[in-house]
């Protein structure tokens, strides 16, 4: 296994994500967990020198602190590093950093966690995070000087100028950063720029999505054949792997491995560097072009100086792209921290950003579009209920 030191700790670089256990044949309930497939994978992680899992609150239905909590006991509390994480980003009334805590503990059947994350930090959930009400962040400061949190950081979806500024603010107290990464969204969500960031912050990178979701493990079969004719015995997940390998300033790479075949197949990809030449980075970016290119936005910015509503149209089709790609409610999260007045459906088609493109983009008839796709999403407060739900019923 591939390590990697983190202030004089051998990190595994493979590690587990808990948010895609196996689930009992044929259930659909993200909380009905197949715990005796889950206990064999984890079994065999640790045994093949993956020993870093990450969970978060409200994962499988907040079974996932649970479950896991209850396999790792079973091992030496020194033998393994567990993350999790506290909830800020969800839609709640009011919040209990204390509370929620000492549960994780108890769930999780620990008396600290090696690493704690404040759960997606973004537009919309910092002033939750930072609101003197709650006093999330210092209370888990006070946590990690009392020794039942090793190392506090963050996991982010938000933007750039987000990332950048959040980084001014709170930067000097972040141990780590957890972003999506992989070589779509190098460009797509401009991962290039927050590694870059995170970089000058000193702050490590670890890395979350590595796959998109699966996305990246299911190539067409032209793309593939393209591939093979540099590695004829890479799988596509191998490839996705690899391109972060060589990637500076990262940490750990989390993968939600379900089945047993994936862990090994994991295991075996990590269990030693491959650097990818210039020539097999560039096929891998003319994939995730074509994948990724639904309008060619150059984020000249031409089109904002005129625009009468004050629309951020680059931010817009950046994210109309990745709604074209892969539908997520993350886009939506996003999207609802857009002052009203300044989104994709305020937009009153006037046709001058259109005149100033040099790119000949029919921009209104995007954001109408991308206005409908967003509709089409799961909304996040409603995500957030059902999640408060199940969390009351599986306590």
Same mark, same amino acid.
């Given at each position: 296994?591939?390590?990697?030191?983190?202030?004089?700790?051998?990190?595994?670089?493979?590690?587990?994500?808990?948010?895609?256990?196996?689930?009992?044949?044929?259930?659909?309930?993200?909380?009905?967990?197949?715990?005796?497939?889950?206990?064999?994978?984890?079994?065999?992680?640790?045994?093949?020198?993956?020993?870093?899992?990450?969970?978060?609150?409200?994962?499988?239905?907040?079974?996932?602190?649970?479950?896991?909590?209850?396999?790792?006991?079973?091992?030496?509390?020194?033998?393994?590093?567990?993350?999790? $994480?506290?909830?800020?980003?969800?839609?709640?009334?009011?919040?209990?950093?204390?509370?929620?805590?000492?549960?994780?503990?108890?769930?999780? $059947?620990?008396?600290?966690?090696?690493?704690?994350?404040?759960? +997606?930090?973004?537009?919309?959930?910092?002033?939750?995070?930072?609101?003197?009400?709650?006093?999330?962040?210092?209370?888990?400061?006070?946590?990690?000087?009392?020794?039942?949190?090793?190392?506090?950081?963050?996991?982010?979806?938000?933007?750039?100028?987000? #990332?950048?500024?959040?980084?001014?603010?709170?930067?000097?107290?972040?141990?780590? !950063?957890?972003?999506?990464?992989?070589?779509?969204?190098?460009?797509?969500?401009?991962?290039?720029?927050?590694?870059?960031?995170?970089? &000058?912050?000193?702050?490590?990178?670890?890395?979350?999505?590595?796959?998109?979701?699966?996305?990246?493990?299911?190539?067409?079969?032209?793309?593939?054949?393209?591939?093979?004719?540099?590695?004829?015995?890479?799988?596509?997940?191998?490839?996705?792997?690899?391109? #972060?390998?060589?990637?500076? &300033?990262?940490?750990?790479?989390?993968?939600?491995?379900?089945?047993?075949?994936?862990?090994?197949? &994991?295991?075996?990809?990590?269990?030693?560097?491959?650097?990818?030449?210039?020539?097999?980075?560039?096929?891998?970016?003319?994939?995730?072009?074509?994948?990724?290119?639904?309008?060619?936005?150059?984020?000249? %910015?031409? !089109?904002?100086? +005129?625009?009468?509503?004050?629309?951020?149209?680059?931010?817009?089709?950046?994210?109309?792209?990745?709604?074209?790609?892969?539908?997520?409610?993350?886009?939506?999260?996003?999207?609802?921290?857009?002052?009203?007045?300044?989104?994709?459906?305020? !937009?009153?088609?006037?046709?001058?950003?259109?005149?100033?493109?040099?790119?000949?983009?029919?921009?209104?008839?995007?954001?109408?579009?991308?206005?409908?796709?967003?509709?089409?999403?799961?909304?996040?407060?409603?995500?957030?209920?059902? %999640?408060?739900?199940?969390?009351?019923? &599986?306590?």
């Amino acid at each position: 296994m591939i390590k990697t030191d983190f202030s004089g700790i051998q990190l595994p670089l493979l590690g587990l994500g808990t948010m895609r256990f196996p689930l009992r044949q044929g259930s659909t309930d993200p909380a009905d967990v197949d715990i005796d497939k889950t206990r064999e994978i984890i079994k065999a992680a640790m045994a093949g020198g993956v020993n870093y899992f990450d969970t978060a609150y409200p994962y499988h239905g907040s079974m996932s602190e649970t479950l896991l909590g209850e396999i790792l006991s079973e091992f030496p509390r020194d033998s393994y590093l567990l993350a999790t $994480k506290f909830p800020g980003h969800q839609i709640l009334s009011e919040y209990d950093p204390s509370a929620i805590f000492e549960e994780q503990l108890r769930k999780c $059947k620990v008396e600290y966690f090696d690493f704690y994350l404040l759960h +997606n930090v973004y537009e919309n959930s910092y002033s939750t995070y930072t609101d003197e009400r709650w006093g999330i962040i210092d209370y888990f400061l006070k946590m990690k000087r009392e020794g039942k949190i090793r190392y506090l950081g963050f996991s982010t979806h938000g933007g750039v100028r987000f #990332l950048e500024d959040f980084l001014l603010e709170y930067g000097k107290i972040m141990d780590f !950063c957890q972003i999506q990464l992989n070589y779509v969204d190098w460009s797509l969500q401009d991962a290039k720029t927050k590694c870059e960031l995170l970089k &000058n912050h000193k702050i490590p990178v670890f890395v979350m999505e590595p796959v998109r979701g699966g996305k990246l493990s299911q190539l067409p079969a032209e793309d593939m054949a393209v591939l093979s004719s540099y590695r004829p015995e890479w799988s596509s997940s191998e490839w996705a792997f690899r391109w #972060l390998q060589g990637i500076d &300033n990262i940490k750990v790479i989390l993968s939600g491995m379900s089945s047993m075949d994936q862990l090994l197949e &994991n295991i075996n990809t990590f269990s030693e560097r491959a650097t990818l030449s210039v020539a097999e980075n560039e096929a891998l970016y003319r994939i995730a072009d074509k994948m990724k290119t639904t309008v060619p936005c150059t984020s000249c %910015r031409y !089109c904002t100086d +005129n625009c009468p509503m004050g629309i951020d149209i680059p931010e817009m089709l950046s994210s109309y792209n990745e709604i074209c790609f892969s539908p997520s409610f993350n886009i939506g999260m996003r999207m609802d921290a857009v002052p009203v007045g300044k989104r994709a459906v305020d !937009c009153i088609e006037c046709g001058q950003c259109v005149r100033m493109c040099p790119q000949r983009i029919d921009i209104p008839k995007a954001l109408k579009d991308f206005g409908v796709r967003l509709e089409g999403l799961p909304k996040w407060a409603d995500i957030c209920r059902e %999640r408060e739900l199940a969390a009351k019923r &599986n306590k």
